[in-house]
């Protein structure tokens, strides 16, 4: 394998545009007529095995973090081997097949079934407790119900995720008092505004408040309730 990839267990392949590296994508009828998705090499494991293989991060994950973790698959071409597959993404505490602890983060989806193109898969996973100590990324092939798999895989790129903010829904809005001497600018009456809200994607954080409905803010909090003296 090239030397930034690990087999981790038996001896998944290598494969070059030309075979000048690891295998041709002629041989035993493997990847007829395929080049990689990008440059010149990919890898593939059999499922049956299996073959595994993966990369020592250059820095370790943060449990917590989200990542995205992205490639390209291409399902081989020989007919004992063609049946949909994927690669289940793992983190290892060591190279050893047999005595690593294992993380599981999940697996590319959907299954690839294609012979004549490279298709994008995404994995969009948080990074788990114990990821610090687990630097090895490793690729697992898991076949289907229909037998076994060797997908190729090539242009993996690993990304730390930031989702697009969503804004929070407010789901009831209250002032005390709501009724009275009007109007209220300039009477000197004190009113108490309160909103319940939720974030769909993390905590509300501040309030902003327009009192004058004119578009302006005129206070900023840091919770849901605030006092206005008219």
């Given at each position: 394998?090239?030397?930034?990839?690990?087999?981790?267990?038996?001896?998944?392949?290598?494969?070059?545009?030309?075979?000048?590296?690891?295998?041709?994508?002629?041989?035993?009828?493997?990847?007829?007529?395929?080049?990689?998705?990008?440059?010149?090499?990919?890898?593939?494991?059999?499922?049956?095995?299996?073959?595994?293989?993966?990369?020592?991060?250059?820095?370790?994950?943060?449990?917590?973090?989200?990542?995205?973790?992205?490639?390209?698959?291409?399902?081989?071409?020989?007919?004992?081997?063609?049946?949909?597959?994927?690669?289940?993404?793992?983190?290892?505490?060591?190279?050893?097949?047999?005595?690593?602890?294992?993380?599981?983060?999940?697996?590319?989806?959907?299954?690839?079934?294609?012979?004549?193109?490279?298709?994008?898969?995404?994995?969009?996973?948080?990074?788990?407790?114990?990821?610090a100590t687990h630097p090895v990324l490793a690729f697992r092939p898991l076949g289907s119900d229909s037998g076994s798999a060797y997908p190729g895989l090539d242009n993996v790129v690993l990304e730390a995720f930031s989702p697009v903010n969503q804004p929070p829904t407010i789901t009831s809005f209250t002032a005390t008092p709501s009724s009275g001497i009007l109007p209220v600018s300039g009477a000197g009456v004190t009113v108490s505004f309160a909103v319940v809200a939720s974030d769909p994607d993390g905590t509300v954080v501040q309030a902003q408040w327009d009192f004058e409905g004119n578009g302006s803010v005129d206070q900023l909090t840091n919770t849901l309730t605030t006092d206005s003296v008219g």
């Open positions: 394998m090239p030397s930034e990839w690990l087999s981790l267990n038996v001896t998944p392949d290598t494969y070059s545009n030309d075979g000048s590296y690891g295998l041709a994508p002629s041989d035993f009828g493997n990847f007829t007529h395929a080049t990689a998705e990008d440059g010149l090499r990919w890898v593939a494991g059999w499922s049956l095995v299996p073959e595994i293989f993966g990369q020592m991060l250059t820095t370790s994950l943060i449990s917590g973090q989200t990542y995205m973790l992205s490639a390209y698959l291409r399902e081989v071409v020989r007919a004992n081997l063609a049946n949909p597959g994927t690669y289940q993404i793992e983190l290892w505490d060591s190279t050893n097949f047999f005595s690593a602890d294992k993380l599981v983060l999940g697996s590319f989806q959907p299954l690839i079934a294609n012979q004549n193109a490279w298709e994008l898969r995404t994995l969009t996973f948080t990074a788990p407790a114990g990821a």
